[in-house]
């Protein structure tokens, strides 16, 4: 795709959407059968798996803390999950990734309670359009509360960013690329506590501020969204 | 201040109550207020919170009665896989209930590899490092029977209330069971038939625990394949 001339045209963006708004969320608890728990995530045109196993037994053992559980996480990108394939396996950006995953994450863990043992984290990506980093956090968050580990809140996650001056929210992989800023950000809604912000290009301190506030609203609705998948997964269903 | 009904299903982070309560497990407590931890049923008993968690992995606590397998053996002892993330550990003498000389007696006359064994969890440290006991008339190496393995968060289903639903199962499937905390299940019964008509009728409480009047579609579904008849 070339460079469109205007990325935003009479208030709407390439998908029609205006600059507040975020792409459609699905997202569903439960859906693998071997895993301790796992979601699947459809953010637009993104879709993310992610499966958690444990508290489990750690191996190797020698990275064991005597004190406390570990979170270990890995992103990954499966190869057909982009236009040009991705060869396979980690590399510097999905390393860096699920470095930051893990950060986003571990702080509403009460890993405390299951000394020595792991809690495995995977993310797949099994399609990609911008904002992969925050589904796969969506996703996350919701298989690790359906895999029963405790937790002080769930995570909620989206990205803020500028084209053609604009402040928008949850931007696709076009915006992402021909636009000028990238912010994902991921947060604890109920105690409005930031786990997660990267940003890719430049921001005044008021665009900040904006974008911001932005996230923060998106973030409640995206919670929202995570509850409901939890309830709808394990609500009492009366006999036929 | 309540914010749920009893048995009303929670998510993490949900606010639950506010005031002096006692927080059971599942729960926490931040400032005055009380929020879930996991997803679960909130059980409020009078001044007493906790969430009943509807998954998760089985974690040892003392007084539990758990239905390990033999993984290792060492020099006084061995170690049993008991389906958490942690393994149970079981001295001779807390499985003979009386003191062994290691010196002169070989411990591995008492129990082998693989071996199926009835246990209580005496003790469980910081370290979470599992003390396990099986002394007591019923428990020690299981002989016959079938182990069945299901999630630990529906053990409460398997027993029901009052162990209404454990009764139906034993009376209707005319078999004896023998339930571990850790979510595995000894079945011990003369008709073959019956003893796989309770596996599948354990299967089904696994998978329909979530919906209502489970223990009458299990006292049907038993009565069904006894009333079938043979061999």
Not at chain 2, 16 to 34: D, L, M, P, T
Not at chain 2, 73 to 85: A, E, V
């Given at each position: 795709m070339k460079k469109p001339e205007k990325l935003i045209e009479n208030g709407k963006r390439l998908d029609g959407r205006v600059p507040d708004e975020m792409r459609p969320l699905k997202i569903e608890a439960g859906i693998l059968e071997r895993a301790d728990g796992s979601a699947y995530v459809e953010l637009g045109a993104n879709k993310v798996l992610a499966a958690v196993y444990g508290p489990r037994e750690m191996h190797p053992r020698h990275r064991q803390q005597p004190d406390t559980a570990v979170l270990r996480c890995r992103y990954n990108m499966a190869p057909f999950s982009v236009d040009e394939r991705k060869r396979p396996g980690p590399d510097r950006r999905s390393v860096e990734i699920s470095k930051v995953t893990r950060e986003a994450l571990e702080s509403v863990l009460f890993l405390e309670l299951y000394p020595r043992s792991v809690i495995d984290v995977f993310i797949e990506v099994l399609q990609a359009d911008a904002g992969t980093r925050t589904a796969g956090i969506n996703a996350a968050s919701v298989a690790l509360a359906d895999a029963g580990v405790p937790m002080r809140d769930m995570v909620s996650s989206i990205a803020v960013g500028k084209i053609d001056d604009t402040i928008v929210l949850d931007l696709t992989k076009d915006e992402d690329q021909w636009g000028t800023t990238d912010m994902p950000i991921a947060m604890v809604p109920r105690k409005k506590l930031v786990t997660l912000l990267q940003m890719d290009g430049h921001f005044t301190k008021e665009e900040f501020g904006q974008a911001l506030g932005l996230a923060f609203k998106a973030c409640e609705q995206i919670y929202g969204i995570q509850r409901q998948a939890l309830r709808e997964k394990y609500a009492i269903k009366q006999e036929k | 201040?309540?914010?749920?009904?009893?048995?009303?299903?929670?998510?993490?982070?949900?606010?639950?109550?506010?005031?002096?309560?006692?927080?059971?497990?599942?729960?926490?407590?931040?400032?005055?207020?009380?929020?879930?931890?996991?997803?679960?049923?909130?059980?409020?008993?009078?001044?007493?919170?906790?969430?009943?968690?509807?998954?998760?992995?089985?974690?040892?606590?003392?007084?539990?009665?758990?239905?390990?397998?033999?993984?290792?053996?060492?020099?006084?002892?061995?170690?049993?896989?008991?389906?958490?993330?942690?393994?149970?550990?079981?001295?001779?003498?807390?499985?003979?209930?009386?003191?062994?000389?290691?010196?002169?007696?070989?411990?591995?006359?008492?129990?082998?590899?693989?071996?199926?064994?009835?246990?209580?969890?005496?003790?469980?440290?910081?370290?979470?490092?599992?003390?396990?006991?099986?002394?007591?008339p019923g428990m020690g190496r299981v002989k016959g029977g079938k182990l069945v393995e299901i999630s630990p968060a529906k053990v409460p289903r398997v027993i029901g209330r009052k162990g209404s639903m454990l009764n139906t199962l034993q009376d209707v499937g005319e078999c004896k069971l023998r339930v571990g905390q850790n979510g595995r299940i000894m079945i011990w019964g003369k008709n073959p038939r019956m003893i796989n008509a309770v596996v599948e009728a354990l299967l089904m409480i696994e998978r329909e625990a979530h919906i209502s009047g489970l223990t009458d579609r299990v006292h049907l579904m038993l009565e069904k394949i006894k009333s079938e008849g043979g061999e």
């Open positions: - | 201040m309540l914010y749920v009904q009893n048995r009303e299903l929670v998510v993490p982070g949900q606010l639950i109550a506010e005031g002096s309560y006692n927080v059971r497990e599942g729960a926490f407590r931040e400032g005055k207020q009380v929020y879930a931890s996991v997803v679960g049923l909130a059980e409020l008993r009078g001044q007493d919170i906790r969430i009943i968690p509807l998954q998760g992995r089985y974690i040892p606590k003392p007084g539990d009665v758990v239905i390990g397998v033999v993984v290792d053996s060492y020099y006084s002892g061995w170690i049993l896989d008991i389906n958490s993330p942690y393994t149970g550990n079981l001295f001779v003498s807390d499985l003979l209930r009386r003191k062994v000389d290691l010196v002169r007696e070989d411990i591995s006359q008492y129990l082998s590899m693989g071996d199926v064994v009835v246990a209580m969890v005496k003790d469980v440290n910081e370290r979470m490092r599992v003390q396990l006991e099986a002394g007591e």
